[in-house]
């Protein structure tokens, strides 16, 4: 409902200011009553606790969570839904993950007032990027190969709008639908125009790739702030989105399981996480990462009354950010970086694992290429799919020798020509066909 998103979002901006010691002790409160209610409501949960001889009360705070097991994608899956939701809780929105991730796509439940706190923490983010309410900022939803539109039944949609959530209104009603299967990008880049957006939230490949298809054109937007989400965003990313629109660009992190997560502010120190809505556990090996540190994601979701999330692994790896007081006021925690899927990383002839953003901070920093796909079929065989400019003689021979340095041994490096219309808009810019030990 309107009233319960604009109370939130004001409870959410308040808190964004709050000394880190409050925000603690917001998110040990929300954990506490979290646990509970998933130990009282959701059978995995229940089962979870009672082989472990654990109760609630066990579990004061994020310490304690590590006596849980972690939730995998392939438990969500199986449990989905009646062993992981609440029943008779109030759903909000089902949705489908996309399924570039490994394990292919996993569906989850909003419940109604979570959908309406994570559009509160869309507008804290609006409001953290000093978004003015006047400037346009559409909704773009946009489909890929493998990225279905989550759909509504109109009816229901309608009903649920007038009495129920303010958040179902803004993700059924207002999104512009951008189709972006194979062989429309230039068409999708001319719809994309055609809005004449002036805050957009999208792939900042994808953003890039539509930005030089409109320089080309002779055609301009009055962009104001460009939102990267879907993917890691590389510097040279950021540098090419900020002169093809001429505004700043934030870096976002979410997950479709569990909604949105961080967002940069414009004092750019990293991603503060939403710590007093999430629970995270950033962990390296067996005990927490600290700053610097690459990172394994797991969260736990502290207001979703539908299917509540303990202990989820996200696919990614990140860089675990400063912990001052950032130069916005804010005290919330922040990551560096997102380093990219833990699956993605490169496996080098020794076995040490390579992110994914140092691959694609080198290609595009280094070499100046943009828009390729990098798959590692073998242990001494890289494929390269490139853009035609970029498929050149002087490009093979530096990237071979980089690739051969990267992975401590000799490779073969063979290019793909890859034509700007066959390329999905979400992709994995960097993947291994070898087993990478986890
Ligand atoms: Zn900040």
């Not at 901006?13 to 954990?31: D, F, V």
């Not at 899956?77 to 292919?104: N, Q, W, Y």
């Not at 939102?227 to 890691?232: D, I, K």
């Not at 020794?350 to 943009?370: F, K, Q, W």
């Amino acid at each position: 409902m309107l009233w319960r998103t604009l109370l939130e979002a004001q409870v959410a901006i308040g808190n964004y200011y709050r000394p880190r010691a409050e925000l603690l002790e917001i998110q040990r409160r929300k954990l506490r009553s979290t646990v509970r209610y998933a130990f009282d409501n959701v059978p995995l949960y229940h089962r979870w606790f009672r082989d472990r001889g654990m109760v609630p009360d066990d579990v004061n705070g994020l310490s304690d969570l590590a006596r849980l097991p972690i939730l995998t994608r392939d438990e969500i899956r199986k449990s989905f839904p009646g062993d992981i939701t609440v029943r008779g809780a109030p759903v909000g929105m089902t949705l489908t993950t996309s399924g570039t991730t490994s394990s292919g796509p996993l569906r989850v439940q909003r419940g109604v007032r979570y959908s309406d706190v994570l559009l509160a923490l869309q507008i804290r983010k609006m409001w953290v990027g000093g978004v003015r309410p006047w400037w346009k900022t559409p909704l773009f939803q946009v489909q890929g190969p493998d990225i279905p539109f989550n759909r509504y039944t109109p009816a229901v949609v309608m009903w649920r709008l007038m009495f129920r959530s303010f958040a179902l209104h803004v993700v059924t009603l207002r999104p512009k639908r951008i189709d972006l299967r194979a062989g429309r990008v230039r068409t999708a880049a001319l719809e994309f125009y055609a809005y004449r957006p002036q805050v957009v939230q999208m792939p900042p490949t994808f953003l890039r790739r539509v930005g030089y298809m409109l320089r080309d054109e002779g055609k301009s937007l009055d962009m104001k702030l460009v939102f990267a989400g879907n993917e890691p965003l590389t510097r040279a990313c950021r540098r090419e989105l900020m002169d093809l629109y001429r505004c700043d660009v934030l870096d976002i992190y979410g997950a479709t399981e569990l909604g949105i997560l961080g967002y940069e502010c414009r004092a750019h120190r990293g991603i503060h996480l939403n710590s007093d809505y999430f629970a995270f556990e950033l962990t390296r090996g067996d005990g927490p990462a600290s700053e610097g540190e690459s990172s394994d994601v797991v969260v736990t979701t502290l207001e979703n009354e539908a299917m509540p999330i303990l202990r989820y692994r996200l696919e990614d790896m990140v860089v675990v950010g400063g912990d001052e007081k950032c130069d916005c006021g804010s005290s919330l925690p922040r990551l560096a970086r997102v380093e990219g899927r833990r699956k993605s990383r490169l496996v080098a002839a020794d076995g040490a694992l390579i992110p994914t953003s140092y691959v694609t901070e080198s290609l595009e920093g280094r070499y100046g290429i943009r828009d390729y796909q990098v798959v590692q079929r073998k242990g001494d065989a890289i494929l390269l799919r490139l853009r035609k400019e970029d498929d050149t003689k002087e490009n093979l021979a530096a990237l071979s020798g980089f690739f051969s340095q990267l992975l401590g041994a000799r490779q073969s490096v063979e290019t793909e020509e890859w034509d700007l219309e066959e390329m999905p808009v979400k992709y994995l810019a960097v993947s291994t066909d070898l087993a990478s030990g986890d």
